[in-house]
């Protein structure tokens, strides 16, 4: 192995501090029995058997080793990696880290992709990396964003934790395209957001609903992803929305059609998925064309297209009020369901609005009670109609 650096050294002292604080922690992973973690010190030794991918060094001169993995080997403790400084690519996933012993990965000084989901963390505020670019911290114990301050970050997977709110200011994280947080503990699609982001992945949180804020203002965004969650309406979306193409709302609570008109300011809406919502009906015995990948929204799917036999009426009522969608539940839109909606829309648009407001569609309980209507003045004004423009209208209420 061609590392320039030399052995990082590791005293009695610091061992035996490392071991102290871990026999004072009683922490497992979900798949493992209720012990005392034994302290477990990555050495040079076994770090040097986990490197792999050699490749040029920065100085394009020499060859070095980029990656390193060392996977479900119960470790506590990694310093032993900053021997490695030409290393690019670290996987630590299925460890017993804390956040504290997974910090000294910023003394790496050339880093771009870390890997450590399944550990113990319980903050994603990593000390700032000039050149990380991916970084996946899936089913750890992180109950906030806070403090993630990473310039280069592209890529960020926060996956099945323990978070309640969404902030990332867009200073802190200026160039992020990608945030998956599927499986956490949010119940509103707001927070702060950067405008880099292009796609967002909410799928199996506790969400009730848009709310007008950062996310209603994301230029850039091209994908949004809230499968599995409990949302009934679909307010808050606006105009400022110009790049949303694909919108993924399988399996909520979405009772009447009419709500899709709420979409009606989103100029690139091409693709929308509402399969395994009440409002779908008969289509959700329709074969899954597609959604084995929830995640991929661009894959080649088996469409029915123009051989398609049989028209779904609630198809062309959501083309009547969306006509330049081109998929509905992964299912290419058709000719003639073009046509029939563009014939026919006035009438399908009466009928659609002329249905009864249901119970269900009533505004969810939001988990935030304590910063709503508990002063009266703050209720009352939410029956005063105020004017909109037409680009910020959002459709607050049925």
């Known amino acids: 192995m061609s590392e320039s650096s030399d052995e990082v050294s590791i005293s009695d002292d610091q061992v035996e501090e490392v071991q102290f604080l871990n026999k004072k922690r009683k922490v497992k992973p979900e798949d493992e029995p209720d012990e005392f973690i034994q302290d477990k010190i990555l050495t040079f030794d076994e770090a040097s058997k986990c490197l792999h991918t050699l490749g040029k060094d ?17 470790l506590t403790d990694i310093r032993t990696l900053l021997n490695f400084r030409h290393v690019i690519y670290v996987d630590v996933s299925g460890n017993y880290l804390q956040t504290s012993a997974l910090q000294v990965i910023a003394g790496m000084p050339f880093l771009m992709q870390l890997f450590a989901q399944r550990n ?120 400022h929305l110009t790049s949303l193409k694909y919108l993924n709302l399988r399996n909520n609570k979405i009772t009447k059609i009419r709500q899709f008109r709420k979409l009606q300011c989103l100029p690139a809406l091409e693709t929308i998925i509402f399969l395994e919502n009440p409002v779908a009906g008969n289509m959700n015995s329709k074969p899954n064309h597609g959604e084995e990948d929830e995640k991929d929204e661009d894959d080649d799917d088996e469409e029915l297209g123009e051989d398609q036999e049989e028209i779904d009426p609630n198809r062309v009522s959501i083309l009547a009020l969306l006509p330049n969608l081109k998929r509905i539940n992964k299912v290419l839109v058709t000719f003639i369901e073009r046509e029939q909606a563009c014939l026919n829309k006035e009438k399908i648009i ?47 209420g049925d």
Do not use: W
């Not at 994603?124 to 991916?134: E, S, V």
């Not at 996310?215 to 994908?223: D, I, S, Y």
């Open 58 to 74: 920065e100085s394009c001169m020499r060859y070095a080793y980029l990656q390193f993995t060392a996977c479900d080997q119960k």
């Open 350 to 396: 009466a009928e659609v609005m002329d249905v009864e407001s249901s119970d269900d569609e009533g505004e969810p309980p939001s988990t935030f009670t304590d910063l709503k209507a508990t002063d009266k003045n703050t209720e009352h004004s939410e029956h005063v109609v105020t004017e909109n423009t037409p680009e910020e209208t959002s459709y607050l």
């Open 120 to 239: 113990f963390l319980d903050s994603c505020a990593l000390k700032p990396m000039c050149y990380l670019q991916n970084l996946s911290l899936a089913r750890n114990r992180i109950c906030d964003t806070i403090g993630v301050i990473q310039p280069e970050l592209r890529y960020l997977n926060l996956n099945y934790n323990q978070i309640y709110e969404i902030i990332f200011p867009s200073d802190d994280v200026p160039m992020l395209e990608e945030l998956e947080m599927r499986g956490n503990n949010l119940f509103e699609v707001s927070g702060k957001f950067p405008e880099s982001l292009e796609k967002l992945y909410l799928a199996e949180n506790n969400l009730t609903r848009f709310v007008s804020g950062d996310l209603a203002k994301l230029p850039n965004l091209k994908v949004l992803h809230v499968r599995s969650n409990n949302i009934q309406k679909l307010d808050g979306f606006t105009s």
